[in-house]
């Protein structure tokens, strides 16, 4: 069994994917080529954003989202601590300091009454928030727009997992000031290697992240106005998406269709990922909380000795870090997230798992 099936997905594209692949062999414009336009206005107007940059990673898409409003050394950035090293890996490289909120308890997100508290009892002058949009479900953008009305402040959309999610009929990557997502194979929309887009309304920022992309360039690549990073994302890359961007939305379904089959399957005794109302997940990871760690290890034992693949996202919460040591965080000064990161696990999730299947792995959990 498939934790992520990308195989399936490849025999239903094939066609699709081998001819995108070879049009690139023969017109050999590897770099910069047709299909990144292409990519880039489809993806516009799935989003239906104004402006889509493609860009070489997630990661590199918040790097230059952060760059683009002009994050400096000593800024301030607000964020989870419960995510993937990248979100704030970008801010501290950039000389920027990463503070942490803690999350929902039930959505897993950042818990916007406490961004709330942080922003009005803190010294600090915040220059951004980034919230992420964790295993697919959008972080709560209504009352974080609502925040930034009170403040000068940029939101920055953590959307890596989340593409092809929605909040009452508005795309994921339509949120914010800007919005980052990732191509990386095991994403909702995935490419065969390393890959992201940025996206926003705002004339300004698209011309700088433009500029960014490409060494930070002017009217050519040779004469250089800003310092930038080589952020292009591979044509051959762009082709690989086209064919799977144009059935994002029917493996979105299904992905919510495998979802209610684990929500249906699994015993009440767990505590499952709670969407709320009006959202619709892109459900990059299904995650269900154990008792406890010593739970978590044998429930992944006992699957592993039926051959059923599991994975912890994540088992360190960011504050706790080596890398992080320097912030002075401790222990304790964000209980959700360090709770959960002890229960968390998550289970096979894609769109072409079998009720059959799914049927198998809650049977051996609930055994447990």
């Known amino acids: 069994m498939d934790f992520i099936d990308l195989k399936t997905q490849y025999k239903n594209l094939k066609k699709e994917i081998d001819a995108g692949i070879e049009s690139v062999l023969n017109h050999g414009q590897y770099i910069m080529g047709p299909e990144i336009s292409i990519l880039e206005k489809e993806l516009s107007e799935f989003v239906n954003v104004k402006h889509c940059i493609t860009c070489s990673s997630g990661t590199d898409a918040l790097l230059m989202a952060l760059m683009a409003i002009d994050i400096k050394p000593g800024d301030y950035v607000l964020t989870t601590p419960f995510t993937f090293i990248a979100t704030a890996e970008v801010i501290s490289l950039l000389g920027a300091i990463p503070d942490f909120v803690d999350i929902d308890s039930r959505t897993f997100n950042i818990d916007i009454n406490q961004v709330a508290e942080k922003l009005n009892s803190n010294s600090r002058q915040y220059k951004a928030i980034l919230p992420v949009n964790l295993f697919g479900l959008l972080a709560d953008y209504e009352n974080l727009n609502n925040l930034k009305g009170n403040y000068d402040i940029k939101i920055i959309e953590d959307a890596a997992q989340s593409f092809g999610a929605s909040f009452k009929n508005k795309t994921s990557c339509s949120f914010g000031d800007i919005a980052c997502t990732s191509f990386f194979p095991a994403k909702p929309l995935g490419c065969y290697g390393d890959g992201g887009a940025i996206f926003t309304d705002n004339d300004k920022y698209f011309d700088i992240l433009e500029s ?22 591979d044509t051959m890359q762009a082709a690989i998406l086209l064919p799977k961007l144009r059935i994002l939305n029917k493996e979105i379904e299904l992905r919510n269709q495998v979802a209610n089959i684990y929500d249906n399957y699994i015993s009440d005794s767990f505590i499952k990922h709670y969407i709320p109302s009006g959202n619709t997940s892109a459900w990059a990871q299904y995650s269900i909380l154990c008792n406890s760690t010593k739970h978590r290890k044998i429930i992944m034992d006992e699957l592993s000795k039926h051959d059923i693949p599991s994975a912890i996202y994540y088992s360190i919460p960011l504050h706790l870090q080596n890398v992080f040591k320097h912030l002075g965080f401790k222990d304790g000064d964000f209980p959700v997230s360090e709770q959960i990161s002890s229960k968390i696990l998550s289970l096979p999730m894609h769109p072409y798992l079998k009720a059959v299947d799914i049927e198998k792995i809650c049977r051996v959990i609930n055994e447990i």
């Open 212 to 233: 960014i992309r490409i060494h930070g360039k002017g009217e050519d690549k040779y004469n250089n106005i800003r310092l930038g990073i080589n952020g292009r994302l």
